[in-house]
Structures are given as structure tokens and as C-alpha cells.
């Protein structure tokens, strides 16, 4: 049996936003550091850093 994976952490390639998947509530959260929100560009269109050389297969 194969497991499907979803990634965990992206990050915007444009204006460095990073998000983290929240699974308590099913959704992306801005990744908090130092104090600040890593928001980036409130009107960036977000480039994410998953890509084709994301592997969903768990090995």
C-alpha cells in the first residue's frame, strides 16, 4: 500500500511568506518567528516552493 503525503512547511519564492499546514484545523498558518508573522507581501500572487520535485509517495 502506498501513503500519500502532503507537505508540511511552504514558503513563497517571491516574498519569503512561510506557511505551516495547521491539522488541528485543516488549514495553512503564517509561520511565527521571533515574535513576527513571516507574512511576506500581503499582495504578493504567492510562487510556493512545492513543486514537481515534491514527492507525494512516502517512502
Excluded: Y
Excluded at 11 to 31: F, L, N
Aim: aromatic fraction near 6%; glycine fraction near 6%.
Amino acid at each position: 500500500m502506498v501513503e500519500i503525503v502532503a507537505p508540511r512547511k511552504r514558503e513563497c519564492e517571491r516574498c519569503g511568506r512561510v506557511d505551516e499546514w495547521d491539522p488541528d484545523k485543516q488549514t495553512w498558518s503564517i509561520v511565527t518567528k521571533d515574535g513576527t508573522k513571516q507574512s511576506g507581501n500581503p499582495h504578493c500572487l504567492h510562487e510556493w516552493d512545492i513543486n514537481g520535485t515534491f514527492n507525494p509517495l512516502a517512502e
